[in-house]
């Protein structure tokens, strides 16, 4: 419990370091320690989710090991640029987010959805909302399951209680047309996942996403056409935008790491910088909490002070360093899933079938490199060595890549 922070301030402190942070921040000789001092408050009340998130994370994974639910887990901090730009489009304040902590379960199918959804409404945790976005798409054509705790501990664990933390349970397929939103976004330069941005690329998002629902038998999302309508103009909209073709060039760089890991040394958390610049993606990882959460603050601190989106940074907390892929495609441009269901559609096959890897249960062996064979494309690699560096959190080899 040691190395998981926990809130320093009251809740006076946190609404006034939430106003502060938002809007157009004025860093001069005056301001600029009230503005540091207020990030740090932000980023405490952040980080004092770690532990709820990570305990709610660990039930979602054992009932579906005990329901012999077949999918992976992982969990994040939600950034700071989102953070400040959640809190500006809505008006609500710092400490009544929601998701400052979130965990999501990606899924074979809508029925283990079902099940694990209703597994998760018995839980210890006190559920204070849900969001069924598919029995009810969003508009955009947005689906997966939410649902809305608040951490409930036991013993020295009550010291969080009343934390929030989001679940968001999906299957894959409903996973592969949220991040390939997302992934198109980022390349755009376009916030497509809060529906500003190229309206082709927004309308082609959302006929998808009423196909995937139909494969699924799910209800589609409002005001699209029938399938034969809607095919064809995702059809149009295909060759308007060049869309296979441009949908391929975002996976660019898909591979991590073959470093080995000792079981006694294993990293829980994977801090992800994507630099929207230079198309670079480093990930580093570290084995304690605290030591994890100072660097993500330290990577957004650019950002913070300058108001711009210079750098996609994310904490992610995950199991294996290989689930980051299948959690997080979008930050390595892997589209690949969405891309193959949109060519079928053009070639009039319709949506096909698909597997996913199964969950492994066993260990490695000491020492056994993970099985990650996700690129075949030129990278470039740089490799940096802190082990010689004193007083540096203990953590493996910084691996970058950067993609053609």
């Given at each position: ?337 969405f891309r193959q269901q949109l060519r079928n559609i053009v070639k009039g096959v319709g949506i096909r079938e698909y597997t996913m890897k199964p969950q492994e249960h066993v260990a490695p062996r ?39």
């Amino acid at each position: 419990m040691a190395d998981f922070p926990n809130s320093e301030y009251d809740l006076k402190k946190v609404r006034m370091a939430g106003d502060m942070i938002i809007g157009d921040l004025k860093w001069t000789g005056e301001s600029e320690s009230q503005i540091r001092e207020a990030f740090h408050i932000a980023n405490n009340w952040r980080e004092a989710h770690a532990f709820p998130m990570r305990s709610i994370r660990g039930s979602l994974r054992w009932y579906m090991h005990y329901r012999d639910i077949n999918g992976v887990t992982v969990a994040r901090l939600k950034r700071m640029h989102a953070i400040r730009r959640k809190l500006t489009r809505s008006g609500i304040k710092l400490h009544q987010l929601q998701d400052l902590g979130g965990c999501r379960a990606i899924l074979q199918s809508v029925q283990d959805v079902q099940t694990l959804v209703g597994i998760m409404r018995e839980c210890r945790h006190e559920l204070r909302r849900e969001s069924d976005y598919i029995a009810n798409p969003k508009a955009d054509g947005y689906r997966s399951h939410h649902l809305m705790f608040n951490y409930h501990g036991r013993g020295d664990r009550k010291a969080f209680d009343g934390k929030r933390v989001e679940v968001q349970i999906r299957t894959r397929l409903q996973h592969a047309w949220a991040t390939a939103v997302e992934s198109v976004g980022l390349f755009l330069g376009e916030y497509l996942k809060g529906g500003l941005g190229n309206e082709n690329w927004l309308r082609l998002f959302k006929l998808m996403s009423a196909e995937f629902a139909m494969f699924e038998g799910c209800s589609e999302p409002p005001d699209v056409p029938a399938h034969d309508e809607r095919c064809a103009e995702i059809i149009a909209l295909d060759k308007a935008l060049e869309a296979n073709k441009n949908l391929d060039k975002l996976s660019h760089a898909v591979r991590f790491t073959d470093v080995s890991v000792s079981p006694r040394e294993k990293p829980t958390y994977y801090l992800i910088v994507y630099d929207n610049a230079t198309n670079e993606i480093t990930v580093e990882s570290y084995f304690v909490p605290k030591s994890a959460m100072a660097s993500y603050g330290s990577a957004e601190f650019f950002d913070n002070k300058t108001g711009g989106d210079t750098k996609n940074v994310v904490l992610v907390e995950a199991d294996k360093v290989d689930q980051l892929k299948e959690a997080y495609p979008n930050y390595f441009g892997d589209v690949q899933l969405f891309r193959q269901q949109l060519r079928n559609i053009v070639k009039g096959v319709g949506i096909r079938e698909y597997t996913m890897k199964p969950q492994e249960h066993v260990a490695p062996r000491p020492g056994e490199n993970a099985d990650l064979t996700w690129l075949r494309r030129r990278i470039r690699w740089t490799e940096v060595d802190y082990s010689n560096r004193v007083n540096r959190p203990r953590q493996s080899p910084i691996r970058v890549w950067k993609g053609r």
